[in-house]
């Protein structure tokens, strides 16, 4: 039988698919030269992490597959200090100190040599004896010198052993983790080059979405009156970069590889679940309570039992003290922790969804990561396409003064946008970190782009005054009332060359005491009230829908509310106080809004606000 050795270490890999479950498909294409009948082909040096399940090879050309063996790794890719080349290293380390203190001895001596030269002078010394120390010192300079060079050219030698001997550790310490082996029968009907495809799948890689969101405002900005009904404008583009984030820890490298990424999740059985019978039934009856009366035979036992509860209410477990067995032993065993989630979060969130794949143009270089942490990521370009903004801006100022621009964006390419965090740039300038939500083609969804620092508010400090309880909006009141009148100023200047639309909410309070009254003054709204009140020209107030579609939390300003974590209960506007103003600022322009409102209690009363 002819046998062949392939080191997959030698052939690169042609392509990878990525999938976000932690899991990716690897294919090679291996030449081997075949001899008719029978071969045998050992592809080496796979990684530990292959799936044998997933092993699929496939002959080209004079090849016809007969079998396929999958031999596992015998380390467990840890670091083994009891190898011979291991053993080697540390010896010429060793060998290389004991060199250098060789080295340090010769140098002293020559030292001392030559400070013993100096001490020697001609007027003091026979000639005789001058002329033999001059010969003995020539003799034993040549010998130390000769000896520091060699010594010199040893530790070089040494070090330079020592440099390939790491080398090898390192390669070597890289190959524990490819220490799978796959054996391939192979039948050829005669003797030529063949090639075989070896497809199998690893774990420790996966991919996740991020994006790049680039707006450029022109000068003439579409207002948004309804997010609705906003139309875009031409002056306005939004390009959105679509990038891949990759990591791999796969013990091999990725090098001027077809990568491409895919929504799929394989580890995703196909089996369809089934429901099981679900019944309702008189609840079991509670146990019976614990019988304390104890027999005296029992008695030291129970003591024990008593003692032991004593310390649990001394442990602040005493609440479980006394009560029934059953009871308590389930209350005192911690409970069992869920089983972690597989690695899928983001397939998950396409879960139903046909599957997409997204192919990378060219060839892409993904390296391993060399200490398994994950920690390297390498960004890929999945897309890069234009949509048409419809701009909003929004204000919360009792609650922050900046004016946040959202985006509202169809989705007129061709991919589904994952889920993924992204990075907002307006006019070339970085301004926030946002997400983006799973969007599929034609779907429509909103981001934030940010504060936008050409709309500046002012929100004036409130002004607060006590009157009398005079005006037909207080005929219903008692006499004996204390009034308090609250004047709220908003000044809004738009710093732009164009018109914009400003949706600003702010609120009143409310009462929940039937003898304090709350009265909106300025400006007038009927209670209930959903349509807007024009105002004056380019301004207009409505009480704020109880909707939760038009959530700003993701802005930075807040929901205004009882509970800026919960949705409203009320049904009818402006049971909550919440007020929506639409202002039309021109370029330039400067616009003053008053919110005004009384609250009336019994006269010597006090009332606090929360």
């Keep these: 039988m002819n046998v062949v050795s392939v080191d997959t270490t030698r052939h690169p890999v042609h392509s990878v698919s990525v999938y976000q479950s932690d899991r990716a498909e690897i294919r090679r294409l291996l030449p081997v030269d075949l001899k008719t009948g029978q071969n045998e082909v050992c592809i080496e040096r796979l990684p530990n992490c292959l799936d044998r399940e997933s092993i699929r090879v496939e002959g080209l050309g004079n090849a016809v597959i007969f079998d396929v063996i999958y031999h596992s790794s015998l380390n467990d890719g840890g670091a083994d200090k009891d190898t011979p080349e291991n053993k080697a290293y540390i010896e010429t380390g060793k060998r290389i100190s004991k060199l250098q203190t060789e080295k340090t001895t010769v140098e002293e001596q020559i030292k001392m040599l030559d400070s013993y030269s100096t001490t020697m002078k001609a007027d003091r010394v026979d000639h005789s004896k001058l002329a033999s120390f001059l010969k003995l010192y020539e003799e034993r300079k040549r010998k130390l010198n000769e000896s520091l060079q060699s010594l010199d050219e040893k530790i070089q030698l040494a070090e330079e052993t020592e440099k390939e001997q790491k080398e090898t550790l390192l390669l070597d310490d890289a190959s524990k983790k490819r220490g799978v082996k796959v054996t391939v029968v192979v039948l050829a009907d005669e003797d030529g080059p063949a090639e075989l495809s070896l497809s199998y799948g690893v774990t420790g890689a996966s991919w996740s979405p991020t994006y790049d969101i680039r707006a450029n405002l022109g000068t003439m900005p579409s207002p948004v009156k309804d997010s609705k009904d906003a139309t875009p404008s031409p002056n306005n583009s939004l390009i959105v970069h679509y990038r891949a984030s990759i990591t791999q820890a796969t013990g091999e490298d990725w090098t001027n590889v077809a990568l491409d990424l895919s929504t799929a999740s394989p580890h995703l059985g196909t089996e369809i679940p089934a429901l099981t019978p679900q019944h309702i039934s008189i609840p079991a009856p509670p146990p019976p309570p614990q019988n304390k009366r104890k027999s005296m035979r029992f008695s030291t036992r129970s003591a024990k039992v008593e003692e032991r509860e004593e310390s649990d209410d001394d442990m602040g477990f005493g609440l479980f003290d006394d009560g029934p067995p059953q009871v308590y032993a389930m209350m005192a065993q911690p409970a069992l922790a869920p089983p972690p989630r597989l690695k899928m979060v983001e397939s998950r969130a396409v879960e139903g969804a046909v599957s997409t794949n997204f192919v990378i143009s060219g060839l892409t270089s993904v390296p391993t990561d060399p200490d398994d942490s994950h920690s390297t990521y390498h960004k890929v370009t999945v897309a890069e396409f234009d949509l048409e903004p419809k701009l909003e801006w929004i204000a919360v100022p009792k609650k922050q003064t900046s004016v946040f621009l959202r985006c509202h964006l169809k989705n007129t390419s061709p991919y589904v946008l994952l889920p993924g965090p992204s990075s907002v740039f307006m006019d070339g300038n970085f301004v926030c970190k946002s997400s983006v939500p799973l969007v599929s083609p034609q779907e429509t969804f909103s981001t934030s782009l940010g504060v936008d620092p050409a709309l500046r508010i002012t929100y004036h400090p409130l002004i607060k005054k006590s009157k009398n309880a005079t005006g037909s909006k207080f005929l219903a009141l008692q006499t004996k009332t204390d009034v308090t009148s609250h004047i709220q100023r908003v000044s809004i200047k738009n710093t732009r060359l164009a018109d914009i ?89 400067t616009v003053d809004i008053t919110l005004a409102w009384d609250i009336a209690v019994p006269r010597g009363s006090t009332w606090v606000t929360y």
């Design 501 to 589: 639309e400003l949706s600003m909410k702010d609120q009143i309070p409310t009462s929940v005491n039937a003898d304090y009254k709350v009265i909106l003054v300025e400006p007038t709204l009927k209670d209930g009230q959903k349509e807007w009140a024009s105002l004056r020209n380019g301004v207009k107030i409505r009480w704020t829908p109880n909707t939760d579609d038009d959530d700003e939390s993701d802005l930075g300003g807040g929901k205004l509310g009882p509970d800026s974590k919960s949705p409203a209960t009320n049904s009818v506007p402006g049971e909550d106080g919440m007020v929506e103003w639409g202002c039309e600022i021109g370029a330039g322009k």
